[in-house]
């Protein structure tokens, strides 16, 4: 049974900081108020779905923080130059802003399959270049950069902190020079702010020369923009902890003077054959296949149902009953819409007074498991509880009760949205089909009590065709989504 002993307006949440490696109290800098970046794609091919899991968790991660009454302000890019895009550009004899374009627009159809809901502002590291421009002219002036034929560099010995997230050592970097070739640099580990363009390459006039941004700058200037000198959450994917974000926090910082952001938090591998998934060892599903075959809410909750700390190793198992689970989930979310809109009598029903007590502490156990490091596991879970609780009295109660499953559909419906389940029109039943449904359920009943039994079981057999499945109880007949 829930706990019914906890309210949701006083949990803490607690998240893990990567910079202190430790679970923190989480609390916003300003009151009501969060502000988050998440690094998003690199736009020089179709997403696969080691990209869906760092957008969908970075999308629960906003739900859930807006479900605990907090306004979220959420910044997440594109970046839209650099050496990939030039030569996959290259490669197909487009402009580099030709490929961005179309590979955005797939992006976007493929993130909103998945139910990832647009952020708030979504900036391009092209249209950013003077904010870049600002901060690399003030690192040199204060003594972090220099300026070398190939580009522009970051100091990495003067800011004393350098990879500190990441236990980066200096030391270990000086080992041996890269390739064996001198460097334009003062030290192995210093990084590029701005690199020079070489012919044909697109290129922006700064004081230093023809140039073009590094990837670290972009996402500095672009959460900075929006967010100020110090926001809430960074956000992004394990891999991107060493060197992008242990780089961003050292040029923001040496800029600003100040903290770069209150808490780092970085999702696990998605992996494959328990190698991380990526291009560059051909190991990698895309989405829109996933999505073709599966449905975007089966892969959505398959990536939701391991720890975002953990890695998840990518299978068709694991998809497969993800799938079984959605359609559990789908089948008592139509039989509640069913009972909602059926109506009926204001009389009391102590089963339902039960049950409408039980999805209070249910709601509040899905809360507390949320609020513990975005625990989606627990939370999922919780709700499976719920759904076998939901099943049970549907089993049990008689008659048309629709007023009194409201606030039961509700907060099953509430717990869905938070995890971004079952929110496009298309995924659940239409009203319509659920409404036909029921009336020839009823037409059937009115057979089976005049013992025709012909008629009973061809309505019963061309459900069944449609994916319908009766189910014939002492209290009634209720309906399930038949398995393909």
């Not at 629960?60 to 970046?79: A, C, D, K, Q």
């Not at 902890?241 to 040029?251: C, G, K, L, R, T």
């Not at 239409?430 to 009823?442: F, G, M, P, T, W």
């Amino acid at each position: 049974m829930p706990n019914s002993q906890k309210s949701k307006g006083k949990l803490e949440i607690k998240l893990y900081d990567s910079q202190t490696r430790k679970i923190r109290t989480f609390k916003p800098l300003e009151e009501g108020l969060v502000k988050m970046y998440v690094c998003g794609p690199t736009v020089y091919d179709h997403v696969h779905v080691g990209h869906a899991r760092s957008q969908v968790f970075f999308d629960v991660m906003r739900r859930v923080l807006e479900y605990f009454g907090y306004r979220v302000f959420y910044v997440s890019n594109y970046t839209d130059i650099d050496d990939k895009m030039i030569n996959r550009a290259k490669e197909r004899g487009i402009s580099v802003a030709e490929l961005a374009k179309e590979i955005i627009a797939s992006i976007e159809e493929d993130f909103a399959a998945i139910g990832v809901r647009p952020p708030t502002i979504r900036p391009k590291a092209t249209e950013h270049m003077d904010r870049m421009v600002e901060i690399v002219a003030k690192l040199i002036d204060k003594g972090y950069a220099y300026v070398r034929e190939s580009g522009v560099y970051f100091r990495v010995q003067k800011f004393q902190e350098y990879g500190k997230m990441t236990n980066f050592s200096l030391e270990q970097s000086q080992s041996a020079d890269d390739d064996g070739n001198p460097l334009d640099k003062e030290h192995r580990a210093d990084f590029a702010l701005m690199k020079k363009s070489k012919d044909g390459e697109p290129y922006w006039e700064t004081p230093w020369g023809k140039m073009r941004p590094g990837w670290h700058i972009e996402c500095s200037a672009m959460s900075i923009e929006y967010l100020g000198e110090t926001f809430d959450i960074h956000g992004g994917g394990q891999d991107l902890s060493f060197p992008h974000h242990v780089n961003e926090i050292a040029q923001s910082e040496a800029y600003t003077g100040k903290k770069f952001s209150n808490f780092f938090c970085h999702n696990g591998f998605l992996t494959t054959n328990n190698e991380k998934m990526s291009k560059s060892l051909n190991n990698f599903f895309t989405i829109k296949d996933v999505v073709r075959k599966y449905g975007g809410d089966t892969l959505r909750l398959f990536l939701l149902q391991s720890h975002y700390r953990k890695p998840l190793e990518y299978s068709i198992k694991g998809l497969e009953e993800a799938k079984t689970q959605i359609e559990k989930i789908r089948t008592a979310l139509n039989q509640l819409e069913s009972k909602v809109q059926s109506g009926g009598s204001f009389e009391r029903n102590t089963r339902l007074e039960q049950l409408a007590r039980e999805a209070v502490s249910f709601e509040m156990d899905f809360a507390e498991a949320l609020a513990n490091d975005i625990n989606t596991v627990d939370a999922i879970a919780v709700l499976h509880s719920f759904i076998k609780e939901i099943n049970t009295a549907l089993r049990e109660v008689t008659g048309s009760h629709g007023t009194f499953w409201v606030d039961i559909y509700l907060r099953f419906k509430r717990m869905l949205s938070v995890l971004g389940l079952f929110e496009k029109s298309e995924v659940s039943e239409s009203k319509d089909a659920i409404e036909l449904v029921n009336l020839l359920i009823k037409i059937r009943q009115i057979a089976r009590s005049k013992k025709d039994w012909e008629l009973s079981d061809t309505i019963r057999d061309q459900l069944k065709a449609i994916g319908y499945q009766l189910e014939d109880l002492k209290t009634g007949t209720v309906w399930k989504k038949a398995k393909d």
